[in-house]
């Protein structure tokens, strides 16, 4: 039986890892119990064919060593980026000239930020097949005991998901009519951003980040805020050139049960 006081269900990672998925409850942090938390692993695998779990947690907490105990292993390091965009010095040097913000080699007038595209059936598919291509090393690439297929396919879900949403909005940045990125917000929460891969590394970054930052402010969004790898330098970069703070580390821990190694 589950207990709601040590896991709880993972659903969309059920479906996008294609095994039994839950996550460590915020109750087992109150109260770690190494022996409760083993007799509930050992219960959810007698039932399931196979299992995945997942813990966060503030680093350096003494719970890591008790999951530890219990084959949980680490994975990544999270931040929380945020920014109050109405003193945010990048974003109103933006406002007065965004030309400072992109490359010489591209133009202003070649670039255009749709916003709300759902009504676009073109920028859908566009999103969907940038989705596909753009992500290839978050935490479950990096998961040996996750094949990498499964760990791509989870983000063309996590898309599908998104645009079903209708509490999500989406930005499309594209050049010359050519779509190059997208982001995936929900009020002030950046949900998930991507660049298909010929403009990975375009220097467009910092262009489409403030882009989108200013129509979120003329929304009367006036705070954003994500979560991000330590291990993603790139961005963390980019975060940083654009006026982002820092805060919340935590550490990402994985569990599997023997039977879904490799799945």
Not at 100 to 125: E, G, K, W
Not at 241 to 249: E, L, N, Q, V
């Amino acid at each position: 039986m589950l207990r709601s006081n040590v896991l709880k269900t993972l659903s969309w990672e059920t479906r996008n890892l294609g095994v039994s998925a839950f996550a460590l409850s915020d109750e087992f942090f109150v109260e770690p119990d190494f022996d409760l938390l083993t007799q509930c692993l050992s219960e959810l695998q007698a039932s399931h064919r196979s299992i995945f779990v997942q813990a966060r947690l503030p680093t350096n907490s003494r719970i890591s060593r008790i999951i530890e105990s219990a084959n949980f292993y680490f994975i990544e390091t999270t931040l929380s980026p945020y920014s109050n965009l109405r003193k945010n010095v990048a974003l109103s040097t933006f406002s007065a000239n965004p030309g400072l913000f992109l490359p010489a080699r591209y133009s202003l007038n070649d670039m255009h930020l749709t916003a709300d595209v759902q009504q676009y059936p073109i920028l859908l598919a566009a999103i969907k097949g940038i989705a596909v291509e753009a992500f290839s090393d978050d935490r479950f690439h990096r998961d040996h005991n996750c094949d990498p297929t499964t760990a791509s396919r989870r983000y063309l879900f996590w898309v599908e998901d998104l645009l079903n949403d209708t509490a999500v909005r989406f930005h499309v940045l594209s050049h010359k009519e050519r779509p190059v990125s997208f982001m995936a917000s929900r009020e002030g929460n950046l949900l998930l951003a991507g660049f298909a891969a010929k403009f990975a590394g375009s220097g467009m970054g910092e262009y489409f980040w403030l882009s989108v930052m200013q129509s979120l402010m003329s929304q009367q969004i006036d705070r954003v805020e994500t979560l991000i790898s330590a291990n993603n330098t790139r961005v963390l970069n980019l975060y940083a050139k654009i006026g982002f703070k820092f805060r919340f580390p935590q550490s990402t821990f994985h569990y599997w049960s023997k039977a879904s190694v490799n799945p």
